[in-house]
Every structure is written in structure tokens, then in C-alpha cells.
């Protein structure tokens, strides 16, 4: 077995490597000014926007149901976006903070979608299942695309559209599957 202080020794050199690639995205940040571009400031459009948007449009009634079921959207959506870009599957040529790439789409656009999706389909007795796979499938092969077209979004190695629509569909399952866990506990104890 290979002793402990080897392993640690071996696990800082990967730290330094890590340390390097994000003083390497930082140094394209500033070095390209990417926060003079168009293209960044559609990534700030697409982070305030939702939010802004979900403010007028929520329904107060069900603030903290809507709210908690975006928050697994964000979660989820934060730990498969973390590992795909860890694996090079994709990542974000225009972040709005270059630590945290995915931060627009991941914090806000996303989740905010599918929180008025759940919220519509609540509200009018809806299948969501149905709605937000068709959400998934407008996500994963209309505005992936574009955003690929227009240089915000870059998929490697052999990912392709419909990788990104597994991720989506696995994402707003198991947000919904934890909401429902969470208001049966708050029935059977409330």
C-alpha cells in the first residue's frame, strides 16, 4: 500500500494543476476583456432577467413550494453541470464570474424556467412530467444550440444534444420526485 504522506503529496500537485487552470481562465477574463463583449453581457441578461421575471410571476400562495423545488433545479443542476465541466464535457466561453461558469444558466435561467413550469402545471392540474420534458427537449436541442452557434456554451469530446437532455430529464425528475418526499413528510407531519 502506498504510504499516506505519498498520496497527500501527489493530491497537492493535482491541487496546483486546478489552481493553474482557474489562474489560467482568470488571466482569458481580463486579458480578452470579456466583460466589454456582448456575449457576457446576454450571460448577466440571462442571469437577472429570470430572476426579475419570477419575482412579478410567482405564485405567493406557494412561495416556499416553488421555491424549494427551484432550489433542487439549482442544486442538481449545479453538482452535473460541476462535473461535466471537471470531465471536459462542456463549459462556458463567456462566464459572468470566471470561477463559477455556468452561474447564469445554473443559478437562474434554468430553475426559474422550470419553476414556472411546475408552478403552471400545479396551477392548472397539468402532468409534469410531460411539460418539463418538453421543456428539457426545447432546452437541450433549441437553446443549447444557439448557444453553441453563438459561442456562449461549448460541448467536447463526444458529448452531444442529447447527453445534455439526460442530464435535464434526470435533473427535473429527481427536483420533483424530492419536492413530492417533502410535502408528504410535511402531511403526514404537519
Same mark, same amino acid.
Given at each position: 500500500m502506498i504510504?499516506?504522506?505519498?498520496?497527500?503529496e501527489q493530491f497537492d500537485k493535482i491541487v496546483? !494543476? #486546478?489552481e493553474g487552470a482557474q489562474a489560467a481562465l482568470n488571466k482569458y477574463f481580463f486579458e480578452y476583456r470579456i466583460f466589454t463583449t456582448f456575449e457576457?453581457?446576454? !450571460? #448577466?441578461?440571462?442571469?437577472?432577467a429570470p430572476l426579475v421575471l419570477l419575482y412579478?410571476?410567482?405564485d405567493k400562495s406557494k412561495l416556499f413550494q416553488i421555491c424549494f423545488y427551484g432550489y433542487n433545479i439549482h442544486v442538481l443542476f449545479g453538482y452535473i453541470d460541476l462535473y461535466g465541466r471537471n470531465l471536459g464535457y462542456w463549459n462556458y466561453?463567456?462566464?459572468v464570474l470566471p470561477p463559477i461558469t455556468g452561474l447564469s444558466l445554473d443559478a437562474s435561467l434554468v430553475p426559474v424556467t422550470f419553476m414556472l413550469?411546475?408552478?403552471?402545471t400545479i396551477k392548472r392540474k397539468k402532468n409534469y412530467y410531460i411539460y418539463s420534458l418538453l421543456t428539457a427537449v426545447i432546452f437541450s436541442f433549441l437553446f443549447k444550440p444557439v448557444l453553441v452557434r453563438m459561442g456562449l456554451?461549448?460541448?467536447y469530446q463526444e458529448i452531444n444534444y442529447i447527453h445534455l437532455l439526460i442530464c435535464y430529464v434526470i435533473v427535473v425528475f429527481v427536483a420533483k420526485w424530492m419536492m413530492d418526499?417533502?410535502?408528504w413528510i410535511r402531511r403526514k407531519y404537519a
Open positions: 504510504p499516506l504522506d505519498i498520496r497527500i496546483k !494543476m #486546478i457576457y453581457w446576454l !450571460m #448577466i441578461f440571462f442571469l437577472i412579478f410571476k410567482i466561453p463567456f462566464p413550469v411546475y408552478q403552471w456554451f461549448k460541448l418526499l417533502f410535502l
